[in-house]
């Protein structure tokens, strides 16, 4: 039977292409997204995704808050399988300058892609670790690595990323279960597309690779490290970046 894998902002630019790839490696794959996304907007994507021959269950729930994670993935378990591969990737942006930043886009980012790494793997780790397999990958960013001004609550939420991998790692490796993350440049989805055009013209010139990067290069990176034979990688990053890291 094909393993349960659960992309968190699974109907997004990155969460749709990881969704593909994971399916493409035999996995069942199911999208967690955001319980205030319009009905529409959900029913369009599965249909979309019809119409390639996929059929992906979407569950919407809220990774900021625990119950509603914890509910998520018991009705995930009870309808689609038991979770064996989890994918952390739903994230958000309030891009300001630190001197412009309110408490409010503060607490948004923090609770949204941090909050959410505990909220979400708490509810799978047991599961995994009882069942003696387990992949967790949580998506970092190169904002992450080498902070980005405008990105305070950001870059600390995506370099928190590695702590948490690099702890849990170490507690559940025995156990069959590899916790990792990748860190993607900037990628072309919206959320890239939103940066006001004379900045993201500028961020783009200062990649060496002089493009922005395809979801489907991070995703492939997300089949690359929930694997069957990928045991014996864990608490580890992968930069996906097209060289951004390293100017
Ligand atoms: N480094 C140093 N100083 C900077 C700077 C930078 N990168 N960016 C802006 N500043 C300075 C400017 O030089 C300017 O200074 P002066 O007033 O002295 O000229 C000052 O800050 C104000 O700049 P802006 O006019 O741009 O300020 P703003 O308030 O209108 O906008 C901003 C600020 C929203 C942060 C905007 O600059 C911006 O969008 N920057 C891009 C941030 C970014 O890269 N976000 C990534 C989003 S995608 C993502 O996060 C995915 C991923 O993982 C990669």
Redesign the pocket.
Known sequence: MSKVAVVTGGIGGLGTAMCKALIEQGRRAVAVDFHGLKPEAVDKWQADRKSEGLDIPVYLGDVTNFESCAEVCKKIEAEVGPIEILVNNA?I?R???FH?MTPEQWDAVIKTNLYSLFNMTKQVYEGMTARGWGRIVNIA????LRG????TN?SAT?AAVYGFCKALAQECVRKGVTVNSIS????G?E??R???ED??QK?VAGIPAARLGEPSEIARTVAFLTADDAGYITGEDITVNGGLYYH
């Open positions: 994230g942006t891009d300001a300058l412009k960013s190169v904002n992450g980005q001004a405008g990105q950001y995506k993607p440049g900037y990628i989805t959320m890239v939103a940066i006001r900045v993201l961020v």
